[in-house]
């Protein structure tokens, strides 16, 4: 505590009072004549004296009062420095202890984003300055460093391939991400990231900005994201592609075309889009079944694309429908379509072939359609409806044809669409009928009946079966149809009090390759219980041509069954002496076109002479198809053909009217 020390002024009140009460009593003394009366004098002194002490009294007492109130404020303030000063040490100590609980909690906020930073499996960088100061372990594995050296100081343009995916530099490219980071705080973008090593590979970036150090660097999140755009482009692949093939689909063919057509009228040249159809493929799908089909399509779209430039575009539109854009063709019409025409020959030279598939031996042919674009206005739907519509002729005037489109050509497909629609209608609404053609035999005698089908068309009468059964392949209506004919004219025939000896049925070879014909064909000889060697199926070499061991095993299959088989048309196909030598037949026909002119063509005359020959040989029942002399008649017998049919007999005719007819015979 302080002590209280008396002030200067404290001495000095009462002793200048005391010199002026000398001073005062010398100038009353001298000034009057008090001397001269001392009762007077001491009374003066006495008095004056008191008063004096009195004076001196009150100024003590009121001094000391005074001085212990200061006394006593001091030592109140003394009282209040001392708490004051403790209170700030306990503040200071807990300011203290908040600031190393901070510090703590700093320290391990920092340990946790360390730990974070580490062990993230995104790659993480600082980048500061345009460099990169720091990396994560996942981002040296990622860019394949072996430590951090490798990666600071190092731009981010020196991970990355020169140039970028859009072509723009990766440094340039690099400089503005970052500004646009620093701009924007943040900024997410795609970019094509390097290895050490030098492999490219697409990243996602996000650049963060981050206060450090008093300045601003940039975090950045790197992730190889080369398994997405792997599924992206997968998806792109699907949508653009065809999965089998892997050729351009539709889509993107259409795409192409449309191009084509903007670029061709501004530039001024031809184009030509070529439809192509392979011939008769259903047929090899449904018969030799689809994984010997989607192989098949395979090899072609190969040779399709070997043989195109590779300005061109080769596309499976589905089936075995493969269309190809020729671009560039020339600005003068003539030469274009020449080109064309040229380059759909090749190319059909190139898909004509025979292709070995699961040790099947398949021949393939096709038909194309030509169209030349641009042309007047025409859309795209125009271009592929023509260049489909040349096809379609192409197809129609038998088949391995090329057909540049005419704008007549439309209306013959639609016709033929028509057609296959009231085909459709007609096996439903039974407009079928079958028609019964005798078979006569060498004595004479009723050798047998073929089923012949009619379509009796509610608008334009009678559509002749050379014209629909081709349009029933082509569609699958001939499934129907087929099982149709042979139902019907099974029971016909059988409900015939006179039954003739046999009863042939064409059948397609559409249906014969059928999975479930087998089937039909028991169930039908079950149902109606057909006696042995009653029904005669007529097959042509269409059947054979494709795979001879499968039509050995089917046929021996129907032979099983007690079912005789009989080879239609023989002559007109691709006849071989080989297979027919194999082929476990009962019968063969002698086509018409041949029996016609018989007796003026000599060559003619020798083929059947020839073929009733082999038939001979092989032990085969010869069936002239198409007499209608009796000279072609007389010929045939002479070289002992057994059994004839024809107008000289009878034309197809109505289960009635076969009825009578064979009654005739009894
Ligand atoms: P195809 O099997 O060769 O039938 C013989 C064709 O010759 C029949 O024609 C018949 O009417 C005709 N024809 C018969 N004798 C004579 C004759 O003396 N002179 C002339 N000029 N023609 C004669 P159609 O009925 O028009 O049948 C044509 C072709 O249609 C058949 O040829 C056959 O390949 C097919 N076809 C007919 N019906 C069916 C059927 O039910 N199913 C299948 N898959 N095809 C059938
Ligand atoms: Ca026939
Ligand atoms: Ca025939």
Redesign the pocket.
């Known amino acids: 505590m302080k002590q209280i020390k008396p002030a200067l002024g404290n001495w000095m009140f009462p002793v200048a009072l005391v010199v002026l009460y000398g001073l005062g009593l010398l100038l009353v003394m001298e000034a009057t004549d008090i001397r001269e009366s001392p009762g007077h004098l001491w009374s003066l002194l006495g008095l004056s004296l008191f008063i004096l002490l009195l004076v001196l009294y009150v100024y003590w007492h009121i001094n000391r009062s005074f001085l212990y109130r200061i006394a006593d404020a001091e030592r109140q303030l003394a009282q209040e420095q001392a708490s004051n000063s403790s209170m700030k040490d306990a503040l200071i100590a807990e300011q203290t202890k908040r600031l190393s609980d901070t510090e703590r909690d700093l320290l391990a906020s920092r340990k946790q984003y360390q730990t974070l930073f580490e062990r993230t499996a995104d790659a993480l960088m600082i980048l500061e300055d345009g460099a990169f100061t720091e990396g994560n372990p996942a981002c040296l594995k990622l860019f394949g460093c072996q430590g951090l050296d490798e990666l600071r100081g190092v731009h981010p343009s020196e991970l990355s391939p020169p140039v970028q995916a859009d072509g723009s530099s990766s440094k340039e490219k690099a400089e503005e991400m970052i500004r646009h980071a620093m701009v924007h705080g943040s900024h997410r973008f795609e970019w094509l990231h390097q290895t050490r090593q030098g492999e490219a590979f697409p990243a996602e970036v996000l650049l963060t900005a981050i206060d450090r150090q008093g300045g601003v660097a940039l975090c950045a999140i790197v992730r190889d994201i080369t398994e997405r755009k792997k599924a992206e482009q997968e998806i792109r692949h699907q949508a653009y592609y065809d999965s089998l093939t892997g050729l351009p689909n539709r889509r993107l063919m259409l795409d192409r075309i449309s191009q084509a057509l903007i670029s061709s009228r501004r530039h001024e040249y031809f184009n030509a889009l070529l439809f192509v159809d392979l011939d008769r493929f259903k047929f090899i799908n449904d018969s030799l079944g689809h994984s010997v089909g989607d192989a098949l399509l395979k090899q072609v779209a190969d040779t399709l694309r070997q043989v195109v430039r590779e300005e061109d575009t080769v596309a499976r539109f589905g089936g075995d429908e493969f269309v190809i854009l020729f671009k560039h063709l020339g600005m003068e019409k003539d030469a274009a379509s020449l080109r064309a025409e040229r380059l759909a020959e090749d190319l059909q030279q190139s898909i004509s072939s025979t292709y070995t598939i699961e040790h099947h031996s398949i021949h393939v042919s096709s038909s194309i359609g030509i169209y030349l674009f641009p042309g007047q206005e025409e859309t795209l739907d125009d271009i592929i409806k023509q260049a489909d519509t040349a096809m379609y002729s192409a197809k129609e005037s038998g088949r391995n044809q090329i057909a540049f489109f005419q704008s007549t050509m439309q209306e013959a497909v639609v016709k033929r669409l028509t057609l296959e629609k009231d085909l459709r209608q007609a096996v439903n609404d039974r407009q079928l009928q079958?028609?019964f053609?005798p078979q006569i035999s060498s004595d004479n005698m009723l050798a047998g009946v073929?089923?012949?089908?009619?379509w009796q068309h509610p608008e334009h009468g009678f559509v002749?079966?050379?014209e629909f059964?081709a349009i029933?392949e082509d569609s699958g209506i001939?499934y129907a149809?087929?099982e149709f004919?042979l139902r019907t004219s099974i029971e016909q025939i059988m409900a015939l009090p006179e039954r003739p000896p046999k009863l042939s049925?064409?059948?397609?070879p559409y249906?014969f390759r059928h999975s479930h014909f087998l089937e039909t064909i028991s169930g039908l000889i079950r149902q109606y219980q057909l006696p042995d060697r009653f029904l005669v199926l007529?097959i042509?070499e269409g059947v054979v041509i494709n795979d001879l061991e499968n039509t050995i095993e089917r046929l021996q299959q129907l032979r099983a069954l007690g079912v005789m088989v009989s080879l239609?048309?023989f002559g007109t196909g691709y006849s071989s002496l080989s297979y027919l030598k194999r082929l476990p037949i009962d019968e063969l026909?002698i086509?018409?076109s041949f029996v016609?002119d018989v007796e003026d063509d000599e060559h003619n005359a020798m083929l059947v002479r020839t073929i009733i020959n082999i038939a001979h040989q092989f032990n085969l029942i010869t069936v002239a198809?198409?007499?209608?002399t009796e000279t072609q008649k007389n010929f045939l017998s002479q070289l002992q053909c057994r059994v004839y049919?024809?107008?000289?007999y009878s034309?197809?005719v109505p289960v009635e009217e076969l009825q009578r007819y064979i009654a005739c015979f009894e």
């Open positions: 079958v028609y053609q073929e089923a012949l089908v009619r002749s079966p050379e059964i029933a001939i149809l087929g004919v049925v064409n059948i397609s249906e007529e042509t239609d048309d026909k086509d018409r016609m198809e198409g007499v209608e049919q024809g107008y000289l034309r197809p």
